[in-house]
C-alpha cells in the first residue's frame, strides 16, 4: 500500500472542488485516468471512499468531506513551508529581537510589530522591554537587532541613532490633592510642603543628583506606571509622560497643575527616544522592513507633534529623579 502523497491531496481537493474527475483532470492538466488512480490509492490508503460514484457526478461521502479538510490543511501547510524555505534562501531571518526601553510609550510600537506580522508572518519576534542600562547592554552585546531607547546620553561608537519620537513631562496630581486648590500659576516654593513621587532609575546609585525634585519629602519608585498608580491615589503629585498621563487627565483621575516655572525654565522638560542599531550589523529583509517602518513612523510623529516640545530641556535620564 502506497503512503498518500502531496500530489494525490491535490487531486482529491481538485475533484472536491470541481465536482468531478473530468473537470478536475482539465483544471489540472493531466489525464482523467491519473486522476481516477489517485483517488482510489488514496481511499485503498484510508480503507474508505472518499466519493459517491453512483451518479452522474462524484459526491463527496461523509467520510470525504471530514478527511477534505485535513486535505486541505496538509497543501497549505507544505506552500507555507516552501514560502518560508524561500525566504530563509533569501536571507530572511528566522528570529528577530528588538528591545525597548521601558520608558518609551509600548503603543507605537506595536503598530509597527504588527506591520511586520503581516509582511513577515513567519518571523519569530522576541520583545524586550528593559530598563535603560540593560536595554543599552543588550544593543552593544549585540543580544538584540534593533533598539528603541530614550536618548540619555550618547550611546557609544558602536552604535547607530536615529531621533524617533519626543514627549513632554506635565506635572499632576489626584483632583483630591491640596495642590489641586492652590490658585495658579503655583509657584515653586508652594511645593516643598507637599510630598513629591520620584521615579529613580533602578541603576541610580546612593549618591546621584536629584532633578526636578521640588519637595522636602519624596518617596521614590524605579517604575513609572508604578508612580502614576501612587498618584492617581492622591500619595503626593509629580510628574509623568503626557503619554502616560493623556487618559487620566482627560477622565479626571489626574489634575494638571499649572506651575510658574521648572527649575528655571518656563516650559515642562521633555525627552527623546530613538531607535538604535549596530553599525556593524548586516540586517535582513525583515530588520530592514523594521528599521525602515520605524524611521517613517518617527517622520509621521515628529511632523505632527506640538512645537512646544523642541524647545523644552531635556531630562538628565543617567541621574535621579522627575
Same mark, same amino acid.
Given at each position: 500500500m502506497? =503512503?498518500?502523497?502531496?500530489?494525490r491531496?491535490?487531486v482529491?481537493?481538485?475533484?472536491?472542488?470541481?465536482g468531478?474527475?473530468?473537470?478536475a483532470? /482539465?483544471?489540472l492538466g493531466r489525464?482523467q485516468? =491519473?486522476?481516477?488512480?489517485?483517488?482510489?490509492?488514496?481511499?485503498?490508503?484510508a480503507?474508505l471512499?472518499?466519493?459517491?460514484?453512483?451518479g452522474? /457526478?462524484?459526491?463527496?461521502?461523509?467520510?470525504?468531506?471530514?478527511?477534505?479538510?485535513?486535505?486541505?490543511?496538509?497543501?497549505?501547510?507544505v506552500?507555507?513551508?516552501r /514560502?518560508?524555505?524561500?525566504?530563509f534562501?533569501?536571507?530572511?531571518?528566522?528570529?528577530?529581537?528588538?528591545?525597548?526601553?521601558?520608558?518609551?510609550?509600548?503603543?507605537p510600537?506595536?503598530?509597527?510589530?504588527?506591520?511586520?506580522?503581516?509582511?513577515?508572518?513567519?518571523v519569530?519576534?522576541?520583545?524586550?522591554?528593559?530598563?535603560?542600562?540593560?536595554?543599552?547592554?543588550?544593543?552593544?552585546?549585540?543580544?538584540?537587532n534593533?533598539?528603541?531607547?530614550?536618548?540619555?546620553?550618547?550611546?557609544?561608537s558602536?552604535?547607530?541613532s536615529?531621533?524617533?519620537?519626543?514627549?513632554s513631562?506635565?506635572?499632576?496630581a489626584?483632583?483630591?490633592?491640596p495642590?489641586?486648590?492652590l490658585?495658579?500659576?503655583?509657584?515653586?516654593?508652594?511645593?516643598?510642603?507637599?510630598?513629591?513621587?520620584?521615579?529613580?532609575?533602578s541603576? =541610580?546609585?546612593?549618591?546621584?543628583?536629584?532633578y526636578?525634585v521640588h519637595?522636602?519629602?519624596c518617596?521614590?519608585?524605579?517604575?513609572?506606571?508604578?508612580?502614576?498608580e501612587?498618584?492617581?491615589a492622591?500619595?503626593?503629585w509629580?510628574?509623568?509622560?503626557?503619554?502616560?498621563a493623556a487618559n487620566?487627565?482627560?477622565e479626571?483621575?489626574?489634575?494638571?497643575?499649572?506651575l510658574r516655572?521648572w527649575?528655571?525654565?518656563?516650559?515642562?522638560p521633555?525627552?527623546a527616544?530613538?531607535i538604535?542599531?549596530?553599525?556593524?550589523?548586516?540586517?535582513?529583509?525583515?530588520?530592514r522592513?523594521?528599521?525602515?517602518?520605524?524611521? /517613517?513612523?518617527?517622520?509621521?510623529?515628529?511632523?505632527?507633534?506640538?512645537?512646544?516640545?523642541?524647545?523644552?530641556p531635556?531630562?538628565?535620564w543617567?541621574q535621579?529623579?522627575?
Open positions: 502506497d =503512503a498518500p502523497t502531496l500530489d491531496f491535490v482529491f481537493i481538485a475533484v472536491a472542488d470541481c468531478g474527475f473530468a473537470a483532470a /482539465r483544471k489525464a485516468s =491519473a486522476m481516477t488512480y489517485a483517488i482510489r490509492a488514496l481511499e485503498e490508503d480503507g471512499l472518499l466519493f459517491d460514484r453512483t452522474y /457526478r462524484a459526491i463527496l461521502t461523509d467520510a470525504g468531506r471530514a478527511l477534505l479538510t485535513h486535505a486541505r490543511r496538509i497543501t497549505m501547510d506552500d507555507e513551508y /514560502r518560508i524555505a524561500k525566504g534562501a533569501k536571507g530572511l531571518e528566522a528570529n528577530l529581537t528588538l528591545v525597548v526601553d521601558d520608558m518609551v510609550p509600548i503603543g510600537v506595536v503598530r509597527v510589530l504588527s506591520g511586520l506580522h503581516k509582511a513577515y508572518p513567519s519569530h519576534v522576541r520583545l524586550k522591554v528593559e530598563p535603560y542600562q540593560r536595554a543599552l547592554e543588550l544593543m552593544v552585546n549585540g543580544q538584540a534593533l533598539g528603541i531607547l530614550v536618548q540619555a546620553t550618547a550611546f557609544g558602536a552604535l547607530q536615529f531621533s524617533w519620537t519626543e514627549y513631562m506635565v506635572p499632576v489626584s483632583p483630591t490633592h495642590l489641586v486648590t490658585p495658579r500659576p503655583i509657584a515653586s516654593d508652594a511645593l516643598h510642603g507637599h510630598m513629591q513621587v520620584v521615579w529613580t532609575p541603576t =541610580a546609585t546612593v549618591d546621584s543628583r536629584d526636578g519637595s522636602l519629602h518617596w521614590h519608585v524605579t517604575d513609572m506606571r508604578a508612580k502614576r501612587l498618584l492617581r492622591g500619595v503626593g509629580g510628574t509623568l509622560p503626557d503619554y502616560l487620566d487627565l482627560e479626571k483621575r489626574l489634575v494638571k497643575l499649572e516655572d527649575e528655571g525654565h518656563d516650559r515642562m521633555a525627552y527616544t530613538a538604535v542599531r549596530r553599525k556593524e550589523a548586516v540586517e535582513g529583509p525583515a530588520a522592513w523594521l528599521l525602515d517602518e520605524f524611521k /517613517r513612523s518617527a517622520q509621521l510623529h515628529l511632523g505632527a507633534r506640538d512645537s512646544r516640545y523642541t524647545a523644552a531635556h531630562f538628565q543617567n535621579t529623579g522627575h
